[in-house]
T-cell receptor
Framework: KNQVEQSPQSLIILEGKNCTLQ??????????LRWYKQDTGRGPVSLTI?????NTKSNRRYTATLDADTKQSSLHITASQLSDSASYIC?????????????FGRGTQLTVWP | EADIYQTPRYLVIGTGKKITLECSQT?????MYWYQQDPGMELHLIHY???????EKGDLSSESTVSRIRTEHFPLTLESARPSHTSQYLC????????????FGDGTRLSIL
């Protein structure tokens, strides 16, 4: 069964600290892995998309890693800011259909305290 | 910021009413999607479209219908709303190609009394 599991479910950190969010998946055949940020009351916004051949990708203070062998990904946030408080969603696309079916995790709810 | 808009943002309405949730994008994207999201849960695909006059049902069984008469417009209709339809509905669009990001609207939060 194709699944995407994220951990932790929620996380509280102090402003300025770093954190790492985890994503494990069983989706096969794999096409790409995406991280989205969803602010409360808003739609998700794409942070990064990684294909099979990419194992690290950075977008400002966000660095995503991908290990396609172990089917694991992480999202590292450096020097957190209050505006980083949001849900971070891991999404995996398969290449077994013309749609490129997307499998969504339930997200990690990050809260950054001053 | 992506140019995809959903209206209304919030809707509280009684059981049995007909509802249309609007979604428009100005990016010329061929692919459009409707998702349902409940608090703390993953997004579930309910409808998608590859282009004009193309509509398909997604993974989640839904009593809603969609239409795609114009590229930029992808409305979702509930003929007779029920309390079980209470949820957040997110619209998204993307360019062709498997590695293209989806651009989401800010959603419609629907409450059926």
């Amino acid at each position: 069964k194709n699944q995407v599991e994220q951990s932790p479910q929620s996380l509280i950190i102090l402003e300025g600290k770093n954190c790492t969010l985890q994503c494990n998946y069983t989706v096969s055949p794999f096409s790409n892995l995406r991280w989205y940020k969803q602010d409360t009351g808003r739609g998700p916004v794409s942070l990064t998309i990684m294909t099979f051949s990419e194992n690290t990708k950075s977008n400002r203070r966000y660095t995503a890693t991908l290990d396609a062998d172990t089917k694991q990904s992480s999202l590292h946030i450096t020097a957190s800011q209050l505006s980083d408080s949001a849900s971070y969603i891991c999404v995996v696309a398969d290449r077994g259909s013309t749609l490129g079916r997307l499998y969504f995790g339930r997200g990690t709810q990050l809260t950054v305290w001053p | 910021e992506a140019d995809i808009y959903q209206t209304p943002r919030y809707l509280v309405i009684g059981t049995g009413k007909k509802i249309t949730l609007e979604c428009s994008q100005t990016m010329g994207h061929d692919k459009m999607y409707w998702y349902q999201q409940d608090p703390g849960m993953e997004l579930h695909l309910i409808h998608y479209s590859y282009g004009v006059n193309s509509t398909e049902k997604g993974d989640l069984s839904s009593e809603s219908t969609v239409s795609r008469i114009r590229t930029e417009h992808f409305p979702l209709t509930l003929e007779s709303a029920r309390p079980s339809h209470t949820s957040q509905y997110l619209c998204a669009s993307s360019e062709r190609g498997g590695n293209q990001p989806q651009h989401f609207g800010d959603g419609t939060r629907l409450s059926i009394l």
